[in-house]
């Protein structure tokens, strides 16, 4: 034991070791991180602009080009979770006074409105029920009345469960004069999406859910009308970030943060992985190996949240929380019996549904066979009232 005069000794908790569980991670996220990511992961630190470090970052950007189907030149990885992303989106498109719609069909769209609000932006909302989304023609008529800069949409609401329609919105939007912004955070790589062909001009997405790198870092891309104002947040400045991973015109780095290296490597080995899948195998067995789980919960007689088959997004599953249950318990006894996350509902969907994830290397007949058995146990062991 160390002699110490200081008033705080050092705490006994952190003298000893903590070694963290396996677990399978079938909530919304985070995912199951392979070992050939945490071993990438767990290389040697270089600096943030040393030359290994810069081509690691290029191969980062050309792996996000590729999945987001886009050759925007300002294509990187934000330092942050999603939500980094999303506030980098939004304050480097939106000023204050500056009108922004936002659909809201679930949490997503209400953080963004949020955001957007203590940005002192106008804000206006195209809602819809959780469980659904909104139809163009509304859309349309929004974008009429109230003329917006940016039109914010959420791909993969992964608080209902619903994967929102794309197609024909950013041509709309631009026929309107407005920025299309999407959050594919909980979506992109599991199901379509082509940046580019679908005229989106910011979209971002997290590094935890399909691509299964570690949690904090967000790939996001900028069309070149997106990129407009300087905004609130230095550290999210895109001016600041571009030249940081080279995507300006100038012709050094110069150094603005320290970036996350070892995440920067297990993300460039999770996007290494992806082109090796191959984005349309990657949405194909998503949606096939959804399609397979949400056969085998309606044969048990559980009921899917959302009604339009169309509208089931491959990568959370949102099931209707079986009545009569108390859904904390059968989370809860999913975990202790199985190690296995599963999770309840978010915001409009709170205390409604049960989520499950499948996302990238989690997405697999062997782990819907495994969660159904697990909810088919819980069903027969949890306490059930009369309802
Ligand atoms: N958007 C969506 C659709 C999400 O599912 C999430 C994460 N659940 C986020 C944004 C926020 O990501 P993070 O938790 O990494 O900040």
């Known amino acids: 034991s160390i002699m110490s005069s200081l008033p705080i000794p050092p705490p006994g908790c952190l003298l000893q070791a903590f070694p963290v569980p ?42 996000i080009q590729y999945a987001f189907q886009t050759r925007n030149r300002v294509t990187l990885a934000v330092s942050g979770p999603g939500h980094a992303a999303m506030e980098c989106a939004i304050f480097n498109s939106l000023e204050p006074g500056d009108s922004i719609l936002i659909a809201v069909n679930g949490i997503w ?15 206006n909302t195209v809602v819809c029920p959780a469980g659904g989304y909104v139809p163009l023609e509304e859309i349309e008529q929004a974008l009429t009345k109230h003329k917006p800069v940016v039109f914010f949409l959420t791909h993969g609401e992964s608080s209902t469960g619903v994967v929102h329609p794309i197609d024909g919105i950013g041509d709309l ?46 790939p ?29 015109d100038k012709p050094a780095r110069a150094y603005h943060h320290t970036g996350p290296v070892s995440a920067f490597y297990g993300l460039r080995e999770s996007l290494s992985i992806l082109a090796e899948t191959g984005l349309e195998n990657s949405w194909k067995r ?20 959302v009604q339009d088959k169309n509208a089931r997004l491959p990568t959370v599953t949102t099931i209707v929380a079986p009545p009569g249950y108390d859904w904390r318990e059968i989370t809860g006894y999913i975990m202790k019996t199985f190690n296995i996350e599963v999770s309840g509902g978010l915001g409009p969907s709170a205390g409604m549904v049960l989520r499950v994830g499948l996302m990238g290397c989690n997405s697999s007949k062997a782990n819907v066979d495994k969660v159904l058995e697990a909810l088919a146990d819980a069903l027969k062991h949890c306490h059930k009232s009369k309802v």
């Open 22 to 63: 396996q677990r399978l991670m079938l909530g919304p996220g985070p995912s199951n991180v392979p070992d050939r990511v945490l071993a990438a992961g767990a290389q040697p630190i270089l600096g943030h602009l040393h030359p290994e470090t810069i081509e690691i970052m290029n191969q980062i950007k050309s792996g």
């Open 220 to 248: 996001i891309s900028f069309s070149e009308r997106a990129w407009r104002t300087k905004p609130i947040s230095y550290f999210l400045d895109l001016k600041w970030l571009a030249n940081y991973w080279g995507c300006d």
């Open 109 to 123: 769209g209400e953080r963004a409105a949020e955001i957007a609000e203590r940005l002192g932006a106008i804000v």
């Open 286 to 305: 998503h949606k096939e190996v959804a399609e397979y789980f949400h056969k085998g919960l309606e044969d048990m007689g559980l009921k899917l949240f």
């Open 173 to 218: 939007c631009h026929k309107h004069g407005c920025l299309f912004l999407v959050d594919s955070v909980a979506a992109l790589g599991g199901a379509p999406i082509c940046m580019d062909q679908q005229g989106i001009d910011i979209l971002y997405t997290g590094s935890q859910k399909v691509l299964n790198a570690p949690p904090g870092t967000a």
